[in-house]
């Protein structure tokens, strides 16, 4: 019941109040490829959240044996990033072993998915507010399902953002990221935050 | 004839600034957001980012160019992320002994710099592209493009959100201190997107 307990309080952290891109911008790059089709944005929720899960699993022992270290913050990049790549090519590899039609579909964006700033941000943010593994495991698997919350609000909009009716200085990009500013608003007072009068 | 010849030659001159004005990594492509959105509140922490930035990306990108085109895609990716990981040791290093204060406040965003879209997908589908001597002025432009932008972005930002640059208070009756959130950062650079985008298309109509 506490390892229960545990990872749903990580989760729901990971997904509200540390959402990895409406509170810490993380990830925005990446959202915007994923939403431009709807199976690659299939393809991509599953691929981050899979790789936070196991990268978090990982890199709560990497924490454990080099964050009190004076020179961690040097060669964490390195340990993190050995960590997705491990997850990574064993992941590459079975599916190329047993499930062709998968790899065939997913190995265009299979690495946008894997290296980029929600995986590496969420393995960062993991080790300042997990502190068991199942800790971890409840921030990686909050942060993928984070992103797909904030991926799932930009796809549903996406093609209205590029209307005709929109002016042109503003359609698209400029107007994708207002559009993601006045989420990210709407989610720091869905917290409870208030400015200050 | 001469005169296609002439105008071929110009655009292809023009194509160069593709990382400073047409392909803008902050402005028009969206390629490196976070960075810019959540640490770049005021122009010192700005030019720490930019420093870095600059410094992780060239290196990265440069060492990357070397890596053998035979080795399976997947794993190429890998090198690359890895090799800049490892240029980030000494950039750390650096970074923090010419920066100290603004290096503890950009916390996080640094290391993910390794993971930028520069080294993760521009390697593959632009500047390797390319020939060497292309592919350096290009890299050399996309780096420029980016700290260009920043810059501006820092600037604005800093005086619109505290009424002041650095140390110095410029007496601005009215401010928006939530542009110093992340949600006041995409809002603004939403703004700033569509100006550049509105000063691209009245250049396009002038030519």
């Not at chain 2, 392909?23 to 930019?50: D, Q, R």
Request: overall charge positive; charged content about 15%; hydrophobic content about 55%.
């Amino acid at each position: 019941m506490d390892v229960i307990a545990q990872i749903i309080t990580a989760s729901f952290t990971a997904m509200f109040i540390e959402n990895i891109l409406f509170a810490r911008a993380l990830g925005s790059s990446t959202a915007l490829i994923a939403v431009k089709n709807k199976q690659q944005f299939v393809g991509f929720s599953i691929s981050i959240t899979y790789i936070c899960v196991f990268a978090s699993f990982i890199s709560y022992f990497i924490d454990k044996a080099f964050i009190k270290s004076e020179y961690s913050y040097l060669f964490m990049p390195v340990a993190y990033v050995l960590a997705v790549a491990v997850i990574y090519i064993i992941t590459l590899v079975l599916l190329w072993k047993f499930l062709n039609r998968i790899f065939l579909a997913v190995k265009k964006y299979v690495h946008l998915s894997t290296f980029n700033c929600a995986v590496l941000g969420a393995l960062f943010l993991n080790s300042r507010h997990s502190d068991t593994l199942f800790g971890y495991i409840g921030f990686g698997l909050g942060t993928g399902i984070g992103f797909i919350i904030a991926s799932y609000f930009l796809s549903i909009v996406y093609d209205r953002l590029f209307s005709e009716d929109v002016p042109e200085s503003f359609r698209g990009y400029p107007l994708i990221l207002i559009y993601i500013g006045i989420l990210s608003m709407a989610f720091y007072g869905f917290l409870g935050h208030q400015l200050a009068l | 004839m001469a005169k296609s010849q002439s105008k071929k030659k110009i655009k292809i001159d023009m194509s160069i600034f593709d990382g400073i004005y047409q392909k803008n990594p902050v402005f028009t492509s969206g390629l490196v957001i976070a960075p810019a959105v959540a640490a770049a509140i005021t122009v010192k922490n700005a030019v720490a980012l930019i420093f870095a930035f600059s410094l992780i990306s060239f290196f990265a990108v440069i060492i990357s160019s070397f890596v053998p085109r035979d080795i399976v895609y997947a794993v190429r990716i890998i090198l690359y992320t890895f090799i800049a990981a490892l240029v980030y040791v000494p950039v750390a290093l650096f970074t923090k002994y010419v920066f100290p204060s603004e290096f503890s406040a950009l916390g996080i965003f640094i290391p993910l710099l390794v993971v930028n879209s520069f080294i993760t997908s521009k390697t593959e589908l632009r500047f390797f592209r390319k020939t060497k001597k292309d592919m350096l002025v290009d890299v050399i432009m996309h780096i420029l493009g980016f700290d260009l932008s920043v810059l501006i972005f820092s600037f604005l930002r800093e005086i619109f959100c505290f009424g002041a640059l650095g140390d110095r208070i410029l007496g601005i009756p009215v401010t928006f201190p939530i542009l110093a959130l992340p949600f006041g950062g995409f809002i603004f650079l939403g703004l700033l997107s569509a100006l550049f985008r509105k000063i691209q298309l009245i250049v396009r109509r002038n030519n």
